[in-house]
């Protein structure tokens, strides 16, 4: 039997190939199915019908019951082309103006396109429904190009919400208008509806009070009123959260009763030396967290767990401490960091952590030496080295570990999935030699010495590894941390089927950042502040945007800053430090050092000091043409002040250029530190297909009806049921889930294993 729904539309009447492929090319639309399943994005209300005298010019449509009075046909340059009663030639005709009525007014309609056949149906005395939307035009109103429909007219009767369905500029010049676009529906419904199977089960659709598959589709086209569209609308997010939900969670049940992980059930005697030495106890929050974390890794299953916190939350410690875990059992631990200075930062400070332990530890980058690589390598390999931190440098094949048994990924909304793929891969092998026990004891231990290990290459002796064909590596355990604050909504879909720790807690004598909003006309006044502050001991951030998007050009724009800056900081009471993409490692490190051993009063940079850098001292950060930043980039920024005991500034500073909604996000920055309310702000402006990560994640953020932004509450629901679900019937093979099982097995919720690269 052929199936109506998978027919392509050219055969659907009226469409034919050219409009066809007008719609696969605009909206990817092929078949009817296609065809139904693209929905209104909103709703005209034509229920309600307008005096002519109210009707004002700009606002939105209107619909107008009115009479025609007269019509008249000009040619080029406004000239009449004939009058009523004449023989008309319209190939000369432009446009149509008609002057309709009703009780309480006139309006002129006009028409520049099918302008014969409108014309020969608006006869004088006869009346219309219009609907349109008015504009003002030489001081009078007009309606161009309304919707004309006889009253109680198809249109009419069907109900009166239509939708409005998404369009472009091409289809529309292409002849597929809102109205062809309704009929389309119509007929492809028609053809359809009969054999649209239900995809949830009975007993879901009677637990969630769902409306039946059928009635939705109906309903999301052509409501029969607002209640029902009410319920078609609930119905059709509700599936589309419950099944993406329902699919990252069925992979995290089986791995989390499948897959097999690292025992790490000791805690070892170097984690008990780095945790007695800190200056400081841990917060609540980290305590927690390294409980949980504690937990997956005796779990016997292997983790994957997201840490979120804000800047400044005290990730670097937790991770310190999981990594010592692992080395604790014979393993070892990596480090990953987005960019060079970042890395640099985590090495310098992870080996102030490690200072009283035993253990090893290297630096790994794109600007690591050869010589220092080999040193690494065979480290790595003879297993000497406990922990390694860098970029993705450690990504590279040649960087073999012994035994990986803790990968943790920084800023992780970074890498690109496939670079996070390679990771993965690094585990170690069943085969390869169990990590034993007293192998620390083959390798004389260089206390507190964390620099790349210089003794002799070994080439791997002792514990070589060969990795059999088709063997594949236990994956270590992954923590992913990230310090921007990820929406909840969306957390719970990005990382579906990550387990999700949150240090929601800052160390203690944190102060709150005073942010303000300034215009060039303050700017002076700034200077005097930034002054003022100087004098008192304290250190500046100057921060300018990539504007370019050209290094050179960006670093040129940069520059002009610097000179403003040092033309009113100048020398020899002032000293302002540069810090740009540009410059060579050794250049960046001097300034950055000159920086933060207080050597410069100011430090000009582009955002490369976005994440990162800790300088306690610095107690006032400027965000030049701060319009041009995002929000989650803005609240990276302030998080870099108010690390030290002073009271710290924040101060935007926007041109006069400054659209609404660069507005409305600086005074959001102003209003709030809270970078999870930051986020979910920042989500319901832009959408979560904009924020930062989303795009990389390969995650089908961009749903047909549901929104991560406006659906918060809903996609709770939808993935506490899916658990539900789930924990009746993991693997879905109960007869009564039959349908989830084959849903699921469609295309569009093929959604890879993202535990597997992230
Ligand atoms: P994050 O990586 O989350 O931005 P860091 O790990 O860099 O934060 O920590 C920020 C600062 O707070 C560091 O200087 C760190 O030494 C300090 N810190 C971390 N944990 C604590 C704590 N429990 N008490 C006091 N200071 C802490
Ligand atoms: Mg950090």
């Known amino acids: 039997m052929a199936n109506e729904l998978n027919t392509s539309i050219q055969y659907l009447g009226g469409v034919g190939p050219k409009r066809a492929e007008l ?49 008249t046909l000009y040619g080029p340059q406004s000239a009449v082309v004939s009058q009523e009663t004449n023989p008309i030639h319209w190939g000369a005709v432009k446009r149509l103006s008609v002057i309709v009525e009703d009780a309480s007014g006139r309006i002129e309609i006009v028409f520049f ?16 429904l219009f609907f349109g939307k008015p504009q003002g035009f030489n001081g009078r109103m007009n309606i161009v190009h309304p919707e004309v429909d006889v009253p109680q007219d198809g249109a009419m009767a069907q109900g009166t919400l239509t939708g409005v369905y998404p369009s472009t500029e091409k289809l529309k010049t292409g002849g597929i208008t809102g109205k062809v676009m309704c009929k389309m529906q119509a007929a492809a419904l028609s053809l359809c509806l009969p054999e649209i199977r239900e995809t949830l089960p009975d007993y879901v659709l009677r637990d969630n009070a769902l409306v039946p598959l059928q009635y939705a589709l109906r309903n999301i086209h052509f ?8 319920k078609a609308t609930y119905r059709l997010k509700f599936e589309e959260l419950f099944f993406l939900q329902l699919s990252l969670l069925k992979q995290k049940y089986i791995r989390s009763r499948g897959e097999r992980g690292l025992t790490m059930p000791k805690v070892g005697p170097d984690f008990h030396a780095c945790y007695n030495a800190l200056p400081y106890t841990l917060t609540g929050a980290q305590q927690r967290v390294i409980k949980e974390i504690r937990a997956d890794l005796t779990s016997g299953h292997q983790m994957n767990r997201l840490l979120q916190g804000d800047v400044g939350s005290g990730k670097t410690m937790v991770a310190v401490l999981s990594c010592l875990i692992a080395i604790g059992n014979g393993f070892q631990a990596c480090i990953m960091a987005p960019t060079e200075v970042l890395a640099q930062q985590h090495y310098a400070n992870i080996k102030k952590y490690l200072a009283p332990t035993s253990v090893q530890c290297a630096l790994l980058t794109g600007s690591t030496t050869q010589k ?15 922990i390694l931190v860098g970029t993705h440098a450690l990504l590279e094949d040649n960087v073999v570990f012994r035994n990986l048994g803790l990968a943790v990924i920084d800023e992780q909304h970074r890498f690109g999935v496939d670079q996070r793929a390679k990771l993965w891969a690094k585990g170690p092998r069943p085969g390869s030699s169990a990590p034993s026990e007293n192998f620390a004891s083959l390798i004389p231990p260089q206390r507190s010495a964390c620099g790349p290990p210089v003794h002799e290459a070994t080439g791997g002796h002792g514990f070589p590894r060969e990795a059999a064909p088709g063997d594949a590596a236990i994956p270590p355990h992954v923590l992913v941390m990230t310090a921007t604050p ?62 370019f998007e050209s290094e050179k050009t960006d670093l040129q724009n940069l520059e002009k800053g610097y000179e403003d800056i040092v033309s009113a900081f100048p020398l020899p009471d002032y000293k302002v430090a540069i810090v740009h993409g540009q410059q060579s490692n050794e250049e960046k490190n001097f300034n950055m050092a000159a920086f933060v051993a207080g050597r410069a009063n100011i430090l000009v940079s582009t ?9 306690p001292n610095a107690s006032v950060m400027v965000i030049e043409s701060a319009q041009r930043f995002g929000l989650s980039q803005l609240h990276q920024l302030r998080g870099r002040v108010g690390r030290g005991a002073e009271k710290s500034y924040c101060i935007l500073v926007k041109d006069v250029k400054t659209s609404k909604e660069a507005q409305e996000r600086l005074d959001l920055m102003c209003r709030t530190e809270d ?21 990389q994640s390969g995650l089908p953020i961009n749903l047909a009806i549901a929104s991560l932004a406006k659906d918060g509450t809903l996609l709770m629901q939808a993935r506490v049921y899916a658990d539900r679900v789930l924990d009746a019937d993991p693997g879905l093979q109960e007869p009564r889930n039959e349908l989830l099982l084959k849903e699921l097995r469609k295309d569009k919720y093929d959604i890879k294993d993202y535990s597997k690269i992230s």
């Open 23 to 71: 719609l696969r090319r605009e909206l990817g639309i092929e078949t009817l199915s296609d065809l139904i399943h693209l929905y209104p994005f909103r709703y005209i209300d034509r229920s309600g019908i307008v005096p002519i005298a109210q009707v004002a010019p700009d606002v939105a449509f209107v619909q107008i019951q009115a009479t025609v009075v007269s019509r």
């Open 113 to 128: 396109k099918g302008i014969r056949w409108n014309y020969q149906r608006l006869a004088p005395g006869s009346t219309f």
């Open 223 to 230: 409501p029969k009123d607002s209640y029902a569209l009410q």
């Open 372 to 386: 220092e690589r080999r040193a690494i390598h065979a480290a790595l390999e003879d297993g000497s080295l406990g």
């Open 486 to 547: 990820i929406p909840r909504t969306l957390a719970m879909t990005l990382y579906g089927d990550l387990d999700v720790s949150v240090i929601d807690e800052m160390p203690p004598g944190r102060k709150p950042v005073q942010t303000m909003c300034i215009g060039q006309n303050r700017r002076a006044a700034m200077y005097k502040f930034m002054r003022d502050e100087i004098a008192r001991g304290r250190q500046v951030f100057v921060v300018f945007p990539l504007i």
């Open 607 to 615: 955002t490369v000091i976005e994440v990162g850098v800790d300088v």
């Open 675 to 695: 970078g999870f309310e930051i986020a979910e702000q920042d989500m319901k402006m832009r959408g979560p297909g904009d924020l930062e990560g989303t795009q």
